[in-house]
C-alpha cells in the first residue's frame, strides 16, 4: 500500500493520538520537530478521495541537508513517543499514521501538551488552538501575527505562517525551528516569576482537591491553619508551585533538556537553586564556548528587541518560554509559547522585572532573561563535558 491511500484511510485524530497521552504545557507547547528529506508529490488525496494541488508558499524553498545512509534506530524508551514531531512530507494535511509510525524514533517534543502539535510542510508544524479558548478568539494567533508584523520581533519568534482549520479543529501553522539542526542539543526554558493568569486565581474559595495535591507534593507545605481546614485557594497552590522551582527566585526554570543520543531530561522542576541550573546549563552546553558565547549573544539580542517592542509594552507575558538549540554548526534561540499572552488594561504600564501584584500584571519576564544570561555566561563547563547536576536527582 503506498503512502498516499495509507492516508486516505486514517482520520486525524488517528495520527494525533501518536503523539502520546495528554498533559500539560503551556500552558503552551513546543515547537520542536526534526525534520527529514522526502520524495516530493504534486498531488496528494484528500481524506474523501478527491485531488487537490499541495499548498506552496511564496517564500524560496530550504535547500535540503544532505543526511547520511540512514540506519536502524536504537531502541527508546516510550516515554519519548510523547515527545513531538517530524516533518515527514510536504502535506496539505497532517502526516499519515504510517508515516508517523516510521519516523517514530526521530521526533520529540520537549515540554507541551502531546497530541497538539501535528507534522506539517518541511520546515513546518501545525499547533492546535489552545484548549479552552473562546471559538472567537485565539490569543496565541493573535500575538504571533502582531509580533510578526513587528520589526523588532520578527526575528526571535517562529515564523508564523497561517490559521486553518482542518477537520473542525482549529491550528495555526509555525516555522519548525529544528528544521536544519543535525544531532542538535536542544533545551527548553519557561520564563517568568509567575506563569498562571491573574483570572486563573481569582477565585478566593478555599479547595479541598489543592490542598490534596499541595500535601502529595510537600505535607509539610501547608499551614496549621490550611492543615485544619484540609483546603487551599488557587493563588495558594500556584504560588506554591512556583516556589518548588527556580521560577520565583529566579524568574526562570529549566522544563527539558535533550543531548544527542540520550533521553531527554524532564523532570527537571525541582532544580531552584543557582548552582544547580549553572550545573544543569554546563551539562547543556559540555565544553563547547563557542556555543556559550553564541547563545548569550543571541539571548542579548532577544532581550534588546523585547525592551523595544511596543507590543510588550503592553501586554503581559505569562507562560511563554525561551527554546535554545545548538549542534556543531549553528546555534539558536527564540521566544515561543504566546497562549497566556494578553493585553494589559489601558493606563497601565509594565516593565517585565518587577514583582508582582495582584493586578499590576507584571510577570517578571525580563527579570529572568537578565539572570538565565548570566547564569549561561558564568556557568562552569566542564572539559569533559560531564558536569552532573547535584541534588536534587534529575529522572529521566
Not at 547520511?68 to 510523547?82: D, F, N, R, V
Not at 509510525?101 to 510542510?121: D, I, T, V
Request: net charge neutral; hydrophobic share 35%; with cysteine.
Amino acid at each position: 500500500m503506498t503512502v498516499t491511500s495509507k492516508m486516505n484511510s486514517v482520520s486525524r485524530q488517528s495520527m494525533l493520538s501518536r503523539l502520546g497521552p495528554g498533559g500539560l504545557l503551556y500552558a503552551a507547547n513546543k515547537i520542536l520537530a526534526v525534520a527529514v528529506p522526502s520524495k516530493e508529490e504534486d498531488r496528494w488525496h484528500t481524506k474523501d478521495g478527491t485531488l487537490f494541488k499541495r499548498w506552496r508558499r511564496t517564500t524560496p524553498p530550504v535547500e535540503p541537508v544532505p543526511t547520511p545512509t540512514p540506519t536502524a534506530p536504537p531502541a527508546q524508551p516510550s516515554e519519548l513517543l510523547k515527545f513531538l514531531a517530524i516533518n515527514a512530507l510536504e502535506l496539505s494535511a497532517p502526516a499519515s499514521d504510517a508515516l508517523l509510525k516510521s519516523r517514530s524514533s526521530e521526533w520529540f517534543q520537549l515540554a507541551g501538551h502531546p497530541g497538539s502539535l501535528a507534522p506539517a510542510g518541511p520546515g513546518t508544524v501545525w499547533k492546535r488552538r489552545a484548549a479552552g479558548d473562546h471559538p472567537g478568539h485565539n490569543p496565541e494567533r493573535d500575538a504571533y501575527e502582531a509580533l510578526a508584523a513587528c520589526p523588532h520581533m520578527r526575528g526571535v519568534i517562529p515564523r508564523y505562517y497561517r490559521e486553518l482549520e482542518y477537520d473542525g479543529e482549529r491550528f495555526i501553522e509555525l516555522q519548525d525551528l529544528l528544521h536544519g539542526f543535525r544531532n542538535p542539543h536542544v533545551m527548553d526554558i519557561k520564563m517568568g516569576t509567575r506563569t498562571f493568569l491573574e483570572d486563573e486565581v481569582s477565585n478566593a474559595h478555599a479547595r479541598a482537591d489543592l490542598y490534596e495535591k499541595m500535601v502529595r507534593l510537600d505535607p509539610n507545605a501547608p499551614t496549621e491553619s490550611e492543615h485544619a481546614a484540609r483546603a487551599v485557594t488557587k493563588l495558594r497552590y500556584m504560588q506554591f508551585r512556583e516556589q518548588r522551582s527556580s521560577s520565583a527566585e529566579q524568574g526562570f526554570r529549566i522544563e527539558a533538556v535533550k543531548l544527542p543520543g540520550e533521553p531527554a531530561l524532564t523532570d527537571l522542576q525541582k532544580i531552584r537553586e543557582p548552582h544547580q541550573l549553572a550545573a544543569t546549563v554546563a551539562r547543556f552546553l559540555g565544553n563547547d564556548e563557542r556555543a556559550r558565547r553564541e547563545i548569550a549573544s543571541r539571548l542579548r539580542e532577544i532581550r534588546d528587541h523585547f525592551e523595544r517592542s511596543d507590543f510588550f509594552k503592553s501586554h503581559e507575558i505569562v507562560g511563554s518560554s525561551i527554546f535554545i538549540i545548538y549542534d556543531d554548526e549553528r546555534v539558536g534561540a527564540w521566544l515561543i509559547d504566546f497562549a497566556k499572552t494578553r493585553k494589559i488594561p489601558t493606563g497601565s504600564q509594565v516593565n517585565h522585572r518587577a514583582p508582582w501584584q495582584q493586578g499590576n500584571h507584571e510577570e517578571g519576564f525580563l527579570f529572568g532573561l537578565d539572570r538565565l544570561i548570566q547564569t549561561i555566561e558564568t556557568a562552569k563547563l566542564s572539559p569533559q563535558g560531564d558536569e552532573v547536576v547535584e541534588e536534587p536527582d534529575v529522572s529521566r
